[in-house]
């Protein structure tokens, strides 16, 4: 694993080194839930191996994510992805603990908690609303989500919550919606971790991010110093290089 820091970026992506093909299943042939980032895109994407996908949602008291950020969520997967059905399930969780998180303590609680694993026909993706900021933050470079392994993603939710109080901020539908749909890129293989780039579109400055003028994928869109400033209340699509990749690996 590696964390990737930047002089203008504080980013939370976080990258792992591919795994062989001895450790990237169990003893059926599925794939496993822990591999690295992006190496589960195509299996997102398409419709040959995994036909519907499941995500689990989890929380703490106080902490829940609005409906219509899984719903926009969704419509964003059906749109990107040929899977016959898409479920989010929802569940509240207990938290001895209140942050700041550092991935490690985020993926530990994920062993503790997640129930929903990848089966023959069905690939799950676990999404964690935490209740603290992410370790590290400081100033106004504050990190609004994570997704930090295959199939895995981690939502600041406290720091969206203390961002949308702030005057003139976007609404906590547009931030969350922007970032779900966001660190999901990354787990669909964006920008080059996964989903090969048909055309060099990767911002020389921010790795795995997209340089195409308000796309999705900015590394803006990952940071609360940044998200108002690009988009105001606007809830940014993936722009055209970034849906050719995912084409091109098996999406819509």
């Given at each position: 694993?590696?964390?990737?820091?930047?002089?203008?970026?504080?980013?939370?992506?976080?990258?792992?080194?591919?795994?062989?093909?001895?450790?990237?299943?169990?003893?059926?042939?599925?794939?496993?839930?822990?591999?690295?980032?992006?190496?589960?895109?195509?299996?997102?994407?398409?419709?040959?191996?995994?036909?519907?996908?499941?995500?689990?949602?989890?929380?703490?008291?106080?902490?829940?994510?609005?409906?219509?950020?899984?719903?926009?969520?969704?419509?964003?997967?059906?749109?990107?992805?040929?899977?016959?059905?898409?479920?989010?399930?929802?569940?509240?969780?207990?938290?001895?603990?209140?942050?700041?998180?550092?991935?490690?303590?985020?993926?530990?609680?994920?062993?503790?908690?997640?129930?929903?694993?990848?089966?023959?026909?069905?690939?799950?993706?676990?999404?964690?609303?935490?209740?603290?900021?992410?370790?590290?933050?400081?100033?106004?470079?504050?990190?609004?989500?994570?997704?930090?392994?295959?199939?895995?993603?981690?939502?600041?939710?406290?720091?969206?919550?203390?961002?949308?109080?702030?005057?003139?901020?976007p609404s906590k539908t547009s931030i969350e919606t922007t970032t779900l749909t966001h660190e999901f890129g990354h787990l669909l293989g964006l920008v080059g971790i996964g989903s090969e780039q048909q055309n060099e579109h990767e911002d020389p400055n921010a790795e795995a991010h997209c340089i195409t003028e308000n796309c999705l994928m900015r590394a803006e869109a990952e940071f609360s110093s940044g998200i108002m400033g690009m988009f105001g209340d606007n809830i940014p699509d993936l722009g055209?290089?970034?849906?050719?990749?995912?084409?091109?690996?098996?999406?819509?």
């Amino acid at each position: 694993m590696k964390q990737i820091k930047y002089t203008f970026y504080l980013l939370s992506l976080i990258l792992f080194i591919g795994c062989s093909s001895d450790d990237s299943g169990d003893s059926s042939g599925i794939p496993d839930n822990d591999l690295g980032l992006g190496q589960s895109a195509h299996d997102l994407l398409a419709n040959d191996i995994f036909s519907t996908m499941e995500i689990e949602v989890v929380y703490p008291e106080g902490f829940q994510p609005e409906n219509e950020s899984l719903q926009n969520l969704k419509s964003f997967l059906q749109q990107r992805t040929y899977k016959t059905s898409i479920d989010i399930n929802t569940r509240e969780i207990e938290l001895n603990s209140e942050g700041p998180y550092s991935i490690e303590q985020i993926r530990s609680i994920e062993n503790n908690v997640r129930t929903s694993f990848n089966t023959e026909d069905k690939i799950s993706v676990f999404i964690i609303f935490a209740n603290g900021k992410k370790q590290g933050d400081e100033g106004t470079s504050n990190t609004l989500g994570t997704a930090y392994q295959n199939t895995s993603i981690v939502i600041f939710q406290e720091t969206i919550i203390s961002f949308t109080n702030a005057p003139g901020a976007p609404s906590k539908t547009s931030i969350e919606t922007t970032t779900l749909t966001h660190e999901f890129g990354h787990l669909l293989g964006l920008v080059g971790i996964g989903s090969e780039q048909q055309n060099e579109h990767e911002d020389p400055n921010a790795e795995a991010h997209c340089i195409t003028e308000n796309c999705l994928m900015r590394a803006e869109a990952e940071f609360s110093s940044g998200i108002m400033g690009m988009f105001g209340d606007n809830i940014p699509d993936l722009g055209s290089e970034c849906i050719l990749d995912l084409q091109a690996n098996g999406g819509r």
